[in-house]
């Protein structure tokens, strides 16, 4: 899509094609586009042509490409069809390609629309079909909206209702068409979603229909209301309780100034700063357990100053429940304690344990590929392991020794693969050398030979007259 080279997925003879990237081809030497009074071919200097050709490829996308090919190309219908003899012609529409100099369409030949965007045929044939079929569908969609019957003419007979002709004396049943059903939105709107809107006429204070269901029937919950004022008479002879000093008028606004401007996360606050919780002074019931871990004082702010009501005018007032006020002031008056001990994060072992596998396959003795016949940047072990398993038992075994997690057999074998390592095999490649390299693994290959019963020295001899 960036125009530049690759490797196809089709291949050609049991091959992959490679594609070479796009490039501008030569410009138009046609005599008839010189003669022609409708082309402009010769108007594009080279300098033009390469920054259309830049603009093409290197600041589009590919769906902008196809909207571009498809408002330079106009189809119209074939006026002189040239049909072969005894054949029917294919041809359906009549092309006709442009440029755009110096914010003008000009018309050009084919060759020069084609060698300038670095396209080919079938694409642009393809592109400016579906260009020209989603501009018949706009067409059409707008038609629909001008051909929509006015409320004064509705109640004329229309073309869609049952008539009944003088002529003939029956009824005729005349149908529009209909029309296109409504395409699925491919992007996700969850604003709109029944629920989430539902979330949110909850948040603004407003009715919603809650989720939960009663008895089979879900329960509608009515719109956040200011509730009558406190009249009680132990208020008005306590020193602490101003709910006779505030107002109606006060209580609007505070209520209002809650529910319209303040959004969910800034009321939970708010509740916790008007509301105390104090350790209990007085239990009234000493012989039982008391639930009642705090006591609450509840306050409203009256021209900046924070005064104490009762808990129903501060419930009434705003317009909450009891338990919201109890939730939101206890989570946020008592915060987490720091000084609980929390779970360290699991310490991550993979750089560490990686780290000493590629130490590991590094120190291993090694022969080089030409002794294996294989390609030149790949390594082999030397012949003291016959399989992966011995391989992965001996990594298992120094792994413990050096007190150290070993990673997973499927680990191990990725690592292997990706450091480009194999392992030699005697039975297909006898001229591979039993050298070893003298690092860390002396003493295995020595028993590794003795086992074997054959000298170093042989499997050296062997190696040499196979290079000659």
């Given at each position: 899509?960036?125009?530049?080279?690759?490797?196809?997925?089709?291949?050609?003879?049991?091959?992959?094609?490679?594609?070479?990237?796009?490039?501008?081809?030569?410009?138009?030497?046609?005599?008839?586009?010189?003669?022609?009074?409708?082309?402009?071919?010769?108007?594009?200097?080279?300098?033009?042509?390469?920054?259309?050709?830049?603009?093409?490829?290197?600041?589009?996308?590919?769906?902008?490409?196809?909207?571009?090919v498809g408002g330079l190309v106009d189809r119209d219908p074939v006026?002189?069809?040239?049909?072969?003899?005894?054949?029917?012609?294919?041809?359906?529409?009549?092309?006709?390609?442009?440029?755009?100099?110096?914010?003008?369409r000009k018309q050009v030949c084919k060759n020069t629309f084609l060698?300038?965007?670095?396209?080919?045929?079938?694409?642009?044939?393809?592109?400016?079909?579906?260009?020209a079929a989603k501009k018949s569908e706009a067409q059409e969609i707008?038609?629909?909206?001008?051909?929509?019957?006015?409320?004064?003419?509705?109640?004329?007979?229309?073309?869609?209702?049952?008539?009944?002709?003088?002529?003939?004396?029956?009824?005729?049943?005349?149908?529009?068409?209909?029309?296109?059903?409504?395409?699925?939105?491919?992007?996700?709107?969850?604003?709109?979603?029944?629920?989430?809107?539902?979330?949110?006429?909850?948040?603004?204070?407003?009715?919603?229909?809650?989720?939960?269901?009663?008895?089979?029937?879900?329960?509608?919950?009515?719109?956040?209301?200011?509730?009558?004022?406190?009249?009680?008479?132990?208020?008005?002879?306590?020193?602490?309780?101003?709910?006779?000093?505030?107002?109606?008028?006060?209580?609007?606004?505070?209520?209002?100034?809650?529910?319209?401007?303040?959004?969910?996360?800034?009321?939970?606050?708010?509740?916790?700063?008007?509301?105390?919780?104090?350790?209990?002074?007085?239990?009234?019931?000493?012989?039982?357990?008391?639930?009642?871990?705090?006591?609450?004082?509840?306050?409203?702010?009256?021209?900046?100053?924070?005064?104490?009501?009762?808990?129903?005018?501060?419930?009434?007032?705003?317009?909450?429940?009891?338990?919201?006020?109890?939730?939101?002031?206890?989570?946020?008056?008592?915060?987490?304690?720091?000084?609980?001990?929390?779970?360290?994060?699991?310490?991550?072992?993979?750089?560490?344990?990686?780290?000493?596998?590629?130490?590991?396959?590094?120190?291993?003795?090694?022969?080089?590929?030409?002794?294996?016949?294989?390609?030149?940047?790949?390594?082999?072990?030397?012949?003291?392991?016959?399989?992966?398993?011995?391989?992965?038992?001996?990594?298992?075994?120094?792994?413990?020794?050096?007190?150290?997690?070993?990673?997973?057999?499927?680990?191990?074998?990725?690592?292997?693969?990706?450091?480009?390592?194999?392992?030699?095999?005697?039975?297909?490649?006898?001229?591979?050398?039993?050298?070893?390299?003298?690092?860390?693994?002396?003493?295995?290959?020595?028993?590794?030979?003795?086992?074997?019963?054959?000298?170093?020295?042989?499997?050296?001899?062997?190696?040499?007259?196979?290079?000659?």
């Amino acid at each position: 899509m960036e125009g530049k080279a690759y490797v196809s997925k089709r291949k050609k003879g049991g091959e992959a094609a490679t594609k070479q990237p796009r490039s501008m081809g030569p410009r138009c030497s046609s005599n008839a586009c010189k003669k022609a009074s409708n082309r402009f071919c010769n108007d594009f200097t080279e300098e033009a042509r390469v920054r259309m050709f830049d603009e093409f490829w290197h600041q589009m996308n590919w769906a902008q490409r196809k909207l571009y090919v498809g408002g330079l190309v106009d189809r119209d219908p074939v006026e002189r069809p040239r049909p072969v003899v005894r054949s029917q012609s294919r041809r359906s529409v009549s092309l006709r390609y442009h440029l755009r100099a110096d914010g003008e369409r000009k018309q050009v030949c084919k060759n020069t629309f084609l060698s300038t965007l670095g396209i080919g045929e079938w694409c642009v044939l393809n592109w400016a079909q579906k260009g020209a079929a989603k501009k018949s569908e706009a067409q059409e969609i707008k038609l629909e909206k001008k051909q929509k019957v006015s409320p004064d003419q509705s109640r004329a007979p229309s073309s869609n209702s049952n008539t009944v002709d003088p002529t003939r004396g029956d009824e005729v049943n005349i149908t529009e068409p209909e029309s296109p059903a409504r395409k699925k939105s491919k992007v996700a709107k969850p604003l709109t979603w029944k629920q989430n809107r539902q979330k949110q006429l909850r948040m603004e204070g407003k009715a919603y229909v809650s989720y939960r269901k009663k008895d089979g029937v879900t329960i509608a919950k009515a719109q956040r209301a200011m509730g009558p004022r406190c009249s009680s008479s132990a208020c008005r002879r306590a020193a602490n309780r101003f709910c006779s000093d505030i107002s109606d008028e006060t209580r609007e606004e505070l209520f209002s100034g809650f529910w319209q401007r303040m959004n969910w996360a800034q009321r939970k606050p708010y509740v916790a700063r008007l509301v105390d919780c104090d350790p209990v002074e007085r239990t009234r019931a000493p012989w039982t357990q008391s639930r009642r871990a705090v006591s609450m004082r509840y306050h409203l702010i009256v021209e900046g100053d924070r005064k104490q009501v009762c808990k129903r005018m501060f419930l009434t007032t705003l317009g909450i429940g009891e338990w919201s006020v109890l939730n939101w002031a206890q989570n946020v008056a008592t915060p987490p304690d720091d000084s609980e001990e929390k779970p360290l994060p699991r310490k991550s072992r993979k750089a560490s344990e990686h780290l000493f596998l590629k130490e590991f396959l590094e120190s291993l003795p090694k022969v080089p590929s030409y002794c294996c016949g294989a390609s030149i940047s790949k390594m082999f072990l030397e012949p003291m392991f016959s399989n992966m398993s011995e391989v992965y038992r001996h990594y298992h075994g120094h792994c413990l020794e050096k007190k150290t997690t070993p990673l997973s057999r499927q680990v191990f074998c990725a690592v292997f693969k990706k450091m480009d390592l194999g392992l030699c095999d005697p039975k297909k490649d006898p001229g591979f050398s039993y050298g070893g390299t003298g690092n860390l693994f002396n003493e295995l290959w020595e028993e590794y030979c003795m086992e074997r019963g054959g000298p170093e020295t042989q499997h050296k001899d062997v190696c040499e007259g196979s290079a000659q």
